[in-house]
C-alpha cells in the first residue's frame, strides 16, 4: 500500500513545487514554465473577463494539496464495473487520483500501429510535444497542470489506423481532504485518416472538495475522424477544471460531447483550430444542475483555413439555485472563406431561482462566410404542456418528457450506440430522482 505523500495544507504552489524534486519528478522546462506563469497571474478573478461569470474563489481558499504519489486507499474492481460504461467492451486506463492504476485498466489488442497506456511511461519522448497545443493559453490553471500534472493518458493512433474497440479513460478521485487535487495531463495524437472513438469520465468515491484539474491535448490528423465524448458526475462538493486544446488536419472529422452533470464547479475550456481546409467539428454539451452547482464552458473556435464548418450546440437544464455559463466565441481569420459556423445555446430554468448566464460571439474577417449564434433562457413551454396533458399524460410526466427531449437533443448526436444509449437512460433515470417530478 503506498503512503500518502501531498503537501502541508499551508502550503504554497511554489513550497508545493519543490516536494516534486523531492519526490523524484523531473523538474522540465515545461513545469518550470508553468510555475513561473502561475506565479506572474495566480487565480483568475471576477474581474477578468473570461471569468467574470465564475468565481473561483472557493478554490483558491482550498489548502493546496496535489496528490504527488497515489493514495493509500485500496479500490477493487467491482466499485468500477458498476459505474457508468463499467459494461462498455473497451480498453481502459483507470486514473486513482490522478495516478495510473495498471491492476484496474484492462487494455487488450489494438493494431500495431496504435499506442494505448498512460502517459508517464512514454513522457520521456513527448517532452517537446506535450504543452506544444496549450502553451498560448492564458488559464492559469492551465499554467498549474503544466507543473503539476502527475499522469494522464497516451493515445497515439498511426496513419491510416483504427482503434480495434473505444478506449475508455476513467478517473476516480477518492481522496478524504478537502483540497487534494489531482493534476491531470492527456496527449491524444490521431495520423492521417486515423478512426477511433475516446471515452473520457470523471467520477468520485468520497464527498471531500476535490480539485480535478485536466489538460487535454489533441492533434487530429489530415482526414482522420475521431469522436470524443466526455462524461462528469463528480460529487456535489467537488470542483473540475478542464481545458481541451485541439489542432485538426485537413478533411478532419471530429466531435467533442461533454455531458456534466457533477460538480460544485465545473469549467471546461475549449481552444480548438482549424488550421487546414475542409475541417467538420462538432462541439456537443449537456449540463444539468441542481442546488448550487455552476457549470461554465468556454471555448474559442479559430477558423484559420477555408471551407471548414463547425457547430456548437450547447443545453442547460437548471434547477434550484444554480447556475450555467456558456461563452462561445467563434473567429474566422483572413482568408478563412466558405466558412460555415453555427453556435447554439438553449438554457431551460425550472425554477425562479436559477440562472443561464450566455454569451455567443461572432468574430469575422472574411467576407464569404455563413455565421449564426443565438440563445434562449426560459422556463418549459406550459403549451407544450398542455398539449401533453391532451394526451393523457399527468403534469410530472409531461414534465418529465419535455425535459428528456431537450437533454435529448444533445445526446442523440453521439454516434457510438452502447454510450449513447447508456447516456440516455442515465440523464431519464437523474430527471426523475432529483428533479421532483413525480
Same mark, same amino acid.
Given at each position: 500500500?503506498?503512503?500518502?505523500?501531498?503537501?502541508?495544507?499551508?502550503?504554497?504552489?511554489?513550497?508545493?513545487?519543490?516536494?516534486?524534486?523531492?519526490?523524484?519528478?523531473?523538474?522540465?522546462?515545461?513545469?518550470?514554465?508553468?510555475?513561473?506563469?502561475?506565479?506572474?497571474?495566480?487565480?483568475?478573478? $471576477?474581474?477578468?473577463? /473570461?471569468?467574470?461569470?465564475?468565481?473561483?474563489?472557493?478554490?483558491?481558499?482550498?489548502?493546496?494539496?496535489?496528490?504527488?504519489?497515489?493514495?493509500?486507499?485500496?479500490?477493487?474492481? *467491482?466499485?468500477?464495473?458498476?459505474?457508468?460504461?463499467?459494461?462498455?467492451?473497451?480498453?481502459?486506463?483507470?486514473?486513482? /487520483?490522478?495516478?495510473?492504476?495498471?491492476?484496474?485498466?484492462?487494455?487488450?489488442?489494438?493494431?500495431?500501429?496504435?499506442?494505448?497506456?498512460?502517459?508517464?511511461?512514454?513522457?520521456?519522448? $513527448?517532452?517537446?510535444?506535450?504543452?506544444?497545443?496549450?502553451?498560448?493559453?492564458?488559464?492559469?490553471?492551465?499554467?498549474?497542470?503544466?507543473?503539476?500534472?502527475? !499522469?494522464?493518458?497516451?493515445?497515439?493512433?498511426?496513419?491510416?489506423?483504427?482503434?480495434?474497440?473505444?478506449?475508455?479513460?476513467?478517473?476516480?478521485?477518492?481522496?478524504?481532504?478537502?483540497?487534494?487535487?489531482?493534476?491531470?495531463?492527456?496527449?491524444?495524437?490521431?495520423?492521417?485518416?486515423?478512426?477511433?472513438?475516446?471515452?473520457?469520465?470523471?467520477?468520485? $468515491?468520497?464527498?471531500?472538495?476535490?480539485?480535478?484539474?485536466?489538460?487535454?491535448?489533441?492533434?487530429?490528423?489530415?482526414?482522420?475522424?475521431?469522436?470524443?465524448?466526455?462524461?462528469?458526475?463528480?460529487?456535489?462538493?467537488?470542483?473540475?477544471?478542464?481545458?481541451?486544446?485541439? *489542432?485538426?488536419?485537413?478533411?478532419?472529422?471530429?466531435?467533442?460531447?461533454?455531458?456534466?452533470?457533477?460538480?460544485?464547479?465545473?469549467?471546461?475550456?475549449?481552444?480548438?483550430?482549424?488550421?487546414?481546409?475542409?475541417?467538420?467539428?462538432?462541439?456537443?454539451?449537456?449540463?444539468?444542475?441542481?442546488?448550487?452547482?455552476?457549470?461554465?464552458?468556454?471555448?474559442?473556435? #479559430?477558423?484559420?483555413?477555408?471551407?471548414?464548418?463547425?457547430? #456548437?450546440?450547447?443545453?442547460?437544464?437548471?434547477?434550484?439555485?444554480?447556475?450555467?455559463?456558456?461563452?462561445?466565441?467563434?473567429?474566422?481569420?483572413?482568408?478563412?472563406?466558405?466558412?460555415?459556423?453555427?453556435?447554439?445555446?438553449?438554457?431551460?430554468?425550472?425554477?425562479?431561482?436559477?440562472?443561464?448566464?450566455?454569451?455567443?460571439?461572432?468574430?469575422?474577417?472574411?467576407?464569404?462566410?455563413?455565421?449564426?449564434?443565438?440563445?434562449?433562457?426560459?422556463?418549459?413551454?406550459? /403549451?407544450?404542456?398542455?398539449?401533453?396533458?391532451?394526451?393523457?399524460? !399527468?403534469?410530472?410526466?409531461?414534465?418529465?418528457?419535455?425535459?428528456?427531449?431537450?437533454?435529448?437533443?444533445?445526446?442523440?448526436?453521439?454516434?457510438? !450506440?452502447?454510450?449513447? *444509449?447508456?447516456?440516455?437512460?442515465?440523464?431519464?433515470?437523474?430527471? #426523475?430522482?432529483?428533479?421532483?417530478?413525480?
Amino acid at each position: 500500500m503506498s503512503t500518502v505523500a501531498t503537501t502541508d495544507p499551508a502550503t504554497t504552489p511554489v513550497e508545493a513545487f519543490a516536494q516534486l524534486e523531492q519526490n523524484g519528478v523531473e523538474l522540465m522546462p515545461l513545469r518550470k514554465a508553468g510555475l513561473a506563469r502561475f506565479s506572474e497571474s495566480s487565480y483568475p478573478t $471576477l474581474r477578468d473577463e /473570461d471569468w467574470r461569470f465564475t468565481n473561483v474563489k472557493p478554490v483558491a481558499e482550498l489548502p493546496f494539496q496535489p496528490v504527488l504519489v497515489p493514495l493509500g486507499q485500496a479500490i477493487g474492481q *467491482e466499485q468500477l464495473t458498476s459505474k457508468t460504461f463499467g459494461q462498455l467492451d473497451a480498453d481502459r486506463l483507470v486514473f486513482v /487520483d490522478g495516478h495510473f492504476n495498471a491492476n484496474l485498466s484492462q487494455i487488450g489488442n489494438q493494431p500495431s500501429g496504435v499506442t494505448v497506456t498512460h502517459l508517464a511511461s512514454g513522457l520521456a519522448g $513527448l517532452e517537446r510535444e506535450v504543452g506544444s497545443l496549450s502553451g498560448g493559453d492564458d488559464n492559469p490553471f492551465v499554467a498549474l497542470n503544466d507543473a503539476f500534472f502527475t !499522469d494522464g493518458a497516451l493515445i497515439q493512433i498511426g496513419d491510416g489506423q483504427r482503434l480495434a474497440k473505444p478506449v475508455h479513460l476513467l478517473f476516480v478521485t477518492t481522496a478524504g481532504e478537502d483540497g487534494e487535487a489531482a493534476h491531470i495531463r492527456n496527449w491524444i495524437d490521431a495520423g492521417a485518416n486515423a478512426h477511433g472513438t475516446i471515452i473520457e469520465s470523471h467520477l468520485s $468515491l468520497g464527498k471531500a472538495a476535490t480539485v480535478t484539474n485536466v489538460v487535454t491535448e489533441s492533434r487530429i490528423g489530415d482526414g482522420a475522424n475521431i469522436e470524443h465524448i466526455k462524461f462528469q458526475d463528480l460529487s456535489k462538493r467537488a470542483f473540475h477544471l478542464a481545458s481541451l486544446h485541439s *489542432e485538426l488536419g485537413r478533411d478532419a472529422r471530429y466531435a467533442f460531447h461533454s455531458v456534466a452533470l457533477g460538480a460544485r464547479l465545473s469549467r471546461n475550456n475549449l481552444r480548438l483550430r482549424l488550421a487546414q481546409p475542409g475541417i467538420e467539428c462538432v462541439l456537443n454539451g449537456l449540463y444539468m444542475l441542481r442546488g448550487q452547482q455552476l457549470a461554465d464552458h468556454h471555448m474559442i473556435v #479559430e477558423h484559420a483555413a477555408p471551407r471548414c464548418d463547425s457547430h #456548437e450546440y450547447f443545453n442547460g437544464i437548471l434547477d434550484d439555485q444554480s447556475r450555467g455559463v456558456f461563452h462561445g466565441r467563434i473567429l474566422v481569420q483572413p482568408g478563412a472563406q466558405k466558412t460555415d459556423a453555427k453556435q447554439t445555446n438553449k438554457n431551460l430554468l425550472l425554477c425562479d431561482d436559477a440562472t443561464a448566464n450566455t454569451k455567443p460571439q461572432l468574430e469575422i474577417y472574411a467576407d464569404d462566410v455563413k455565421c449564426t449564434h443565438g440563445a434562449t433562457i426560459g422556463a418549459m413551454d406550459d /403549451d407544450s404542456i398542455f398539449y401533453l396533458r391532451t394526451r393523457g399524460l !399527468d403534469a410530472p410526466t409531461a414534465r418529465r418528457m419535455l425535459m428528456h427531449g431537450f437533454a435529448g437533443e444533445i445526446i442523440e448526436r453521439i454516434r457510438h !450506440d452502447a454510450v449513447r *444509449e447508456e447516456l440516455d437512460a442515465l440523464v431519464w433515470d437523474r430527471l #426523475e430522482a432529483e428533479h421532483q417530478l413525480h
